[in-house]
């Protein structure tokens, strides 16, 4: 039996306390934040998992200082113009879930170049959440939905699976991984996680390595998924 999750979803969070420990502004943990991704999702791709998703900015973050928004805002790029190349050797496919208007026009440019480049890739399809959030989300499909069915384009009979299709994110999420300690779910992917599991780790994401996320997997491996049925020895 495969016990390899096919998507994977991590809430990317500790980065300021982990920077604040060492002394060291809170954007140098986003920045260490950022060489992780490269780290986790080169890992993700080499165990096979098809797709990761990772929240690198919430729609509350813009709450934020503006000092630290701005470095948020200027972090895809800076990762993108740094990676772009091994992702493309490994033959990554870059996506982004969320609202990409509300970012400055070089930030979206960089974005939509990676996305670009890389949409021929036929391995891991690795998915950024910017400016996402679950519930706005949900809203705008049930907007779009309503406007099809106000139009006549459709009957008022949807169902769970195509309700998906109105979502950034159709697939179902099988392991959300937390980092830092916390255990909440953020408004995060609230309709695909329905029947993950979910792993709460007290290591921030700075530490978060490869050797971590092989922890996270093998303990995913060892769980009993039954989605509301019985186990198969019952
Ligand atoms: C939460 O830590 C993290 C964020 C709000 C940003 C996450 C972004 C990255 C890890 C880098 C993004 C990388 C790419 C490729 C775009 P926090 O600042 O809330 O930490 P704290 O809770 O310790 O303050």
Redesign the pocket.
């Known amino acids: 039996m495969d016990t390899t999750p096919k998507t994977v979803a991590i809430i ?7 920077a ?1 420990k060492q002394g060291l502004p ?1 954007t140098a ?2 920045k260490k ?2 060489d ?2 490269r780290d986790v999702a080169l890992e993700a791709q080499r165990r096979g998992i098809q797709k990761l998703i ?5 729609t509350e ?1 813009w709450k934020r200082p503006e000092d630290e928004v701005s470095y ?1 805002c200027k ?2 790029g800076m ?1 993108f113009n740094t990676f772009i190349q091994e992702l493309m050797d490994n033959n990554i496919r870059v996506t982004f879930a969320g609202e990409l208007e509300r970012f400055p026009a070089g930030t979206q440019k960089t974005i939509m170049k990676a996305v670009n480049q890389t949409a021929n890739n036929t391995g891991m399809e690795l998915c ?1 959440a ?1 400016n996402y959030g679950s519930r706005r989300e949900i809203l705008l499909g049930m907007r779009k939905y309503a406007d099809q069915v106000a139009k006549g384009e459709r009957a008022n009979d949807i169902t769970e699976e195509e309700f998906s299709n109105y979502l950034f994110v159709p697939e179902e999420v099988d392991l959300l991984i937390r980092t ?1 300690g916390e255990v909440r779910i953020s408004n995060f992917l609230l309709w695909q996680i329905a029947y993950a599991e979910m792993i709460f780790t007290p290591k ?2 700075p530490e978060f390595d490869e050797a971590a996320l092989d922890e996270c997997l093998a303990d995913f491996a060892g769980r009993n998924r039954r989605f509301g049925g019985l186990a198969d020895e019952n």
């Open positions: 990317m969070d500790g980065n300021g306390r982990w604040k809170r943990g986003h934040g950022a992780r991704v990772l929240y690198a900015f919430s973050n948020l972090l895809p990762f950024l910017i830092s921030s994401w």
